[in-house]
């Protein structure tokens, strides 16, 4: 069987050419720009760094015009096969990660009017647990959950597992299948199928910083 990884860069790149270049993504770009923005993480290492470091911004866009005079058909064909990249060679090529490619897919996905929630397998739920687990503590910190609230993730689903991502005043706990986690801890604002629960003034202070839109689909 094909890895998670691999099964949702096919799918993302299938769904980039059903819906073409021009069709919107969340959060408010077009298939075309996240496509060269996924290239641009995989294949440009100065371009990259243009994201964070303004001194490498001319870099960032010199790739991105670079990947779009290739036309979206080439580039979607790039971006499923990556092949060797000029990342840490010769040793490690850079590879967008299963959590990376699984958000990318879904940001196509419910951008459309008529997404709903797909099914996942019990044996992709707990790989995406088991990433979860690796890279929690640094999602919740970059969405921008204050650092003295403490945050328990807890999966909906069979097994029900839960995991308390650091400790503090609270907690925060956010209740989800674990492919709803992830985008939600990507900074996923469109759709989302999670309940966030904890104490009056926790919940205060998220609703004030507008983190996390509350909804429950």
Known sequence: MTSLAR????????LALELGPGAPTAPGRSVEDLVAHLLLIERHPYG?????????????????????????PEMVERLRHPGLTPWLLPFDARRLTTLELVVAHEDMRRAGKEWKPRTTTQADDNALWRRLR???????????????????????????????????QGPLVIRA?????????????????????????????????????????
């Open 7 to 14: 099964r949702e860069r096919e799918a993302l790149c299938d």
């Open 48 to 72: 990259v760094a243009g994201l964070t470091q303004p001194r490498f911004a001319k870099y960032t866009r010199r790739s991105r015009a670079g990947e779009r005079e290739r036309g979206f």
């Open 134 to 168: 690796l890279s929690s503590r640094r999602l919740v910190r970059q969405v921008g959950i204050p650092r003295d609230v403490s945050v328990v993730l807890e999966r909906s689903d069979p097994p029900k597992s839960r995991m308390r991502v650091r400790p503090g």
């Open 177 to 217: 299948k674990p492919l709803e986690l992830v985008y939600l801890l990507h900074g996923g604002r469109r759709h989302y199928n999670v309940l966030i629960t904890g104490p009056e003034w926790v919940m205060d202070r998220i609703r004030q910083a507008e983190i996390l839109t509350l909804r429950w689909y």
